[in-house]
Each structure stands twice: as structure tokens, then as C-alpha cells.
């Protein structure tokens, strides 16, 4: 672009509003036709004018970045290869080719759709920030949900509701402590959390008595729980880089595929 406005107005590309509006008084009163009779002034003012109108408007702003960004990403990319790093079969016919072939166009046209979509990228990230939020409130909550009798075989699969429990009680045995038999008589009491109805684990009765909490988390909040919580990590990293609109439209998209599979796991918990 033949115009960098934060260049004119000695502003860094993440300058705030009221640093635009400060640099603007400063710059203005400074070139102003009326106060600065210098023959340039004018054509200086009318600059600091044009480029304050386009950097106080958030719209305007947002659209002159992204012009900007894509510019720079133009002037970078375009280059032409040095003959002496084109792959070898290039040299030979009917491969040969002019350098022309070799300024990657395609290249820009894919930055480019990537900056012009950044908006759609934030809301995307802000929504998988949310879901987790949610997640994480409903792996803090917990209440009791239906209860069942199960036989105390190594391993014994507990119908409810039309649901099999494959309960393992060897684990269970150990987790209790030795020496300590689970009683057949007293209901096993399942618990689930309060807001997606996720499994967090039973209460089991050893033939004393006593009450037994073992953790038998689902998957989503259980073994698998690294998916929901990379996905998240990634979105709020995503959010403090968006000034690199590229690099943050990669980090999105990689986000939004761990989205998908950790949602996927959460159905299937």
C-alpha cells in the first residue's frame, strides 16, 4: 500500500484509540496551514487528517488492517525462486518453465482468504472458549442418580435403563482397601454430573457398611479429557494473537478439528 497511516501518525500497529486521538491533537497542531506556513505543511495535515479519519473509525480500521496485512503478506511472498534452488527436473524439458511460474500467486490468495475471514475465526473461538467454561462447570458439579444390586463376580455387567455397567470388581476391591468384601445387599448408588448428566463414578458399601466413593469418570471428563482441554488452550491462545491474522486463522482452524473430536467424545460418553 502507498500509504501506512500508523507510520504517519508515529503510531504501533496495536495503538489504542486514545493514542490515536492524543497523536492525531499533537501532529495536528503541529501542521496545521494556520499555525505551520512551511509550503508541505498542508499536504502533511491533510494526510494526519485522512489518516486519523480512517484509524478513529473501528469499521474503517478493520478494513484498512487487513488491506494492510494483506499487502505485506503480498510483498513477502511474491518472490521468484533463484534458479539455482529450482528442483532439479525443472532444468530439463519438457519441465522447464519461466521464472514467472515461480512468484506463487496462489499463495496470497489463501493468506488472503484467511485475513478476510478473521471475524468468523473469533466467534469461533469465543464459542469453544464458552463450551468449555461449561464443560469445566459441569465436571465441578455432581449429584446422586439411580441405584442398582450387582453380584460380586470379577466382572459383572449391571443393566439400568436400558444401559449396561460393566462393573470391574477387582478394581473396586482395591480401591476399598483389603481385607474388605462389597455387600450384595445394599444398593450401589450411581452419580452423574448436574448439568450434561455425564458419569463421575459410583458408591459402593463394603459388607461393614461403609460407604466407598470410587471415580469412574466419562470419557469426556475422564482419559479423554485432554481433547476439550487443548481445544480450549488453543481458542484463548488463538485470542491474544489475532493481530497476526494468518497465524491466528491456522491456530482456529486447528481448534475448531479438536472441537469437532472432542465433541464427538462427549456424545459418545
Known amino acids: 500500500m502507498d500509504k501506512n497511516y500508523y507510520e504517519i501518525l508515529n503510531l504501533s500497529r496495536d495503538a489504542s484509540l486514545k493514542e490515536i486521538k492524543s497523536n492525531y491533537r499533537k501532529l495536528a497542531s503541529k501542521y496545521h496551514p494556520d499555525v505551520n506556513h512551511e509550503k508541505n505543511a498542508q499536504d502533511i495535515f491533510i494526510k494526519i487528517r485522512e489518516a486519523y479519519d480512517v484509524l478513529s473509525d473501528p469499521v474503517k480500521k478493520e478494513d484498512y488492517d487487513n488491506k494492510l496485512n494483506y499487502a505485506e503478506l503480498l510483498r513477502d511472498t511474491r518472490r521468484v525462486v533463484p534458479s539455482n534452488h529450482r528442483p532439479k527436473w525443472h532444468q ?30 473469533i466467534s469461533i473461538n469465543w464459542f469453544i472458549i464458552i463450551m468449555g467454561a461449561l464443560l469445566l462447570s459441569d465436571f465441578l458439579t455432581i449429584e446422586p442418580a439411580e441405584r442398582f444390586y450387582f453380584e460380586a463376580f470379577e466382572v459383572r455387567e449391571v443393566p439400568n435403563e436400558g444401559m449396561i455397567y460393566n462393573i470391574e470388581i477387582g478394581s473396586y476391591l482395591k480401591t476399598l482397601g483389603p481385607f474388605k468384601e462389597l455387600s450384595e445387599s445394599e444398593p450401589a448408588q450411581l452419580f452423574r454430573t448436574k448439568l450434561f448428566g455425564k458419569r463421575k463414578g459410583y458408591e459402593l458399601y463394603s459388607i461393614d457398611g461403609t460407604a466407598n466413593f470410587v471415580s469412574d469418570r466419562a470419557p469426556v471428563y475422564g482419559t479423554l479429557i485432554f481433547f476439550p482441554a487443548i481445544t480450549v488452550l488453543l481458542s484463548i491462545i488463538g485470542l491474544f494473537i489475532k493481530k497476526h491474522p494468518v497465524t491466528f ?3 482456529s482452524i486447528i481448534s475448531t478439528l479438536f472441537a469437532i473430536f472432542s465433541l464427538v467424545i462427549f456424545l459418545l460418553s
Open 92 to 121: 530439463y524439458s519438457p519441465y522447464r518453465t519461466s521464472r514467472q511460474r515461480y512468484d506463487y500467486k496462489n499463495i496470497p490468495q489463501n493468506q488472503e482468504f484467511l485475513i478476510r475471514n478473521k471475524k468468523t475465526f
Open 249 to 251: 486463522a491456522n491456530l
